[in-house]
């Protein structure tokens, strides 16, 4: 299996301009979940689904931050317009149905926004 | 709810001594407690995970962690470090029935030669 994958690995964008981050979860996972992490405030849940449905967004800091989950292998995060204080990096993880509820995590996108 | 503490945000050990990282989570519930281990610039890999059964819990790297329903305690052992064992470790808790992960703050591991 290949794991959780995430594209860019890296995105360096201008302040104001549209950013979006891509996930594939690992192929029968139900569960996928978008993190932000920043040495400040360390690794924040900021949205996850259920089966494709947005089951909890309270962690989504703005709305300027958006996600959408259009079928069981793709998600997306698209931040617009975007700001410095965006900078971070966002990992998308995935987990199966049912509990416990191990998470496998991809590699992450290191956002940059000057 | 929930919560998970990671006591220290920074531990720093020399090369073959012992180490451990403190967790303390908080649950009126049944709950499964994990460590997961973050190297620089990758993303977080399970590192064991105790879900019922015995307290003690065996992860991989020679890595294991006993939890103490007591002291509402799942902290993380390893006998003598390496210099690859530098990275950030999370604890995260999960209560039953399908909730998302909590995890602590992370607590930063760094290994001195």
């Known amino acids: 299996d290949a794991g959780v994958i995430q594209s860019p690995r890296h995105e360096v964008t201008e302040m104001g301009q549209e950013v979006t981050l891509r996930c594939k979860p690992i192929?029968?996972?139900?569960?996928l979940f978008w993190y932000r992490q920043t040495m400040m405030r360390g690794l924040e849940l900021l949205i996850y689904?259920?089966?494709?449905?947005?089951?909890?967004d309270s962690g989504m800091p703005e709305d300027r931050f958006s996600a959408k989950m259009p079928n069981a292998s793709f998600s997306t995060l698209k931040i617009q317009p975007s700001e410095p204080r965006d900078s971070a990096v966002y990992f998308c993880?995935?987990?199966?149905?049912?509990?416990?509820?191990?998470?496998?995590f991809g590699p992450g996108t290191r956002l940059t926004v000057l | 709810a929930q919560s998970v503490t990671q006591l220290d945000s920074q531990v720093p050990v020399f090369e073959e001594a012992p180490v451990e990282l403190r967790c303390n989570y908080s649950?009126?519930?049944?709950?499964?407690l994990f460590w997961y281990v973050q190297y620089p610039n990758q993303g977080l890999q399970l590192l064991l995970k105790?879900?019922?059964?015995?307290?003690l819990v065996k992860g991989i790297n020679g890595f294991e962690a006993e939890f103490n329903k007591s002291q509402t305690s799942f902290h993380l052992r390893k006998p003598s470090v390496h210099i690859s064992d530098t990275a950030e470790y999370f604890c995260?808790?999960?209560?039953?029935?399908?909730?998302?992960?909590?995890f602590g703050k992370g607590t930063r591991l760094s290994v001195i030669a």
């Open positions: 993880a995935s987990s199966s149905q049912g509990w416990p509820n191990e998470q496998f």
């Open positions: 192929s029968g996972h139900d569960y």
């Open positions: 689904f259920n089966n494709n449905v947005p089951i909890d």
């Open positions: 649950s009126s519930v049944s709950v499964y």
């Open positions: 105790y879900l019922s059964g015995s307290t």
């Open positions: 995260a808790s999960e209560v039953s029935g399908n909730t998302p992960l909590v």
